[in-house]
């Protein structure tokens, strides 16, 4: 398994979650890293990347302001800090590997997915 990720579970509305990738070293270097997730019946969506270098981010609107990507690369891990969840972030979350971008189609790894609810 190349990309695993983990911290998913059930959360009531305003709560917190941290979501956690964990990358082979030479999947992790030099790539940008992604979340993207996807809800009941819904077509799979860019939640947030960061650039190889750490240095640029980019997220999607819905979660602009709560939702904060980081990387560590001593550790080949990517996070996901979720604040102030809402029910409509309720997902599956999928870790991924590629270029910096917000296309899924940039990607070439995927992790297994963990699965976020929120509770109203």
């Known amino acids: 398994v190349q990309l695993q990720a983990s911290g998913g579970g059930l959360v009531q509305a305003g709560g917190y979650l941290r979501l956690s990738c964990a990358a082979s070293?030479?999947?992790?270097?030099?790539?940008?890293m992604g979340w993207f997730r996807q809800a009941p019946g819904k077509e799979r969506e860019f939640v947030a990347c960061?650039?190889?270098?750490?240095?640029?981010?980019n997220y999607a609107d819905s979660v602009k302001g709560r939702f904060t990507i980081s990387r560590d690369d001593a550790k080949n891990t990517v996070s996901l800090q979720m604040n102030s969840l809402k029910p409509e972030d309720t997902a599956v979350y999928y870790c991924?590997?590629?270029?910096?971008?917000?296309?899924?189609?940039?990607?070439?790894?995927w992790g297994q997915g963990t699965l976020v609810t929120v509770s109203s």
């Open positions: 070293g030479r999947l992790f270097s030099g790539n940008a």
């Open positions: 960061i650039s190889w270098s750490g240095l640029m981010r």
């Open positions: 991924a590997a590629g270029r910096y971008a917000q296309s899924a189609d940039e990607y070439g790894y």
